[in-house]
């Protein structure tokens, strides 16, 4: 986190106009997060995470398996309630999320 954090202040002096925490694991990417923050840049911040390995239920579920898929896509978006409180103003979703985790959390947080 520490290392993405300076990176980001590169970023930032680059003239980025955002940073986002992505491809790291939704579980993990809090930290990462944090880690910028408490840089105090100047650009919004946000995060794409992925869903992680398969045993943390947080994506790789194929169409067929709406319940699961359903499911993983809802706790995706519970993570995602406190990279916002943590100060994420962009959110999105990487390897393993696929439509109903954008769905998610465009009903959690677009309504």
């Known amino acids: 986190p520490e290392s993405m954090a300076r990176m ?38 946000g995060v794409s995470a992925n869903a992680g390995s398969q045993d943390e239920n947080l994506g790789w579920f194929s169409p067929e398996n709406s319940q699961q898929l359903e499911a993983s896509a809802t706790h995706y978006a519970n993570l995602a309630e406190q990279w916002v409180e943590d100060g ?24």
Do not use: W, Y
């Open 88 to 111: 994420a103003k962009i959110l999105g979703a990487c390897c393993g999320c696929g439509p109903a985790h954008i769905n998610a959390l465009a009903s959690r947080f677009l309504s």
């Open 8 to 45: 980001a202040a590169d970023c930032e002096q680059a003239g980025a106009s955002a940073v986002i925490v992505g491809c790291t694991p939704a579980s993990q990417s809090g930290r990462f997060l944090q880690a910028i923050e408490a840089m105090h840049l100047q650009v919004d911040l």
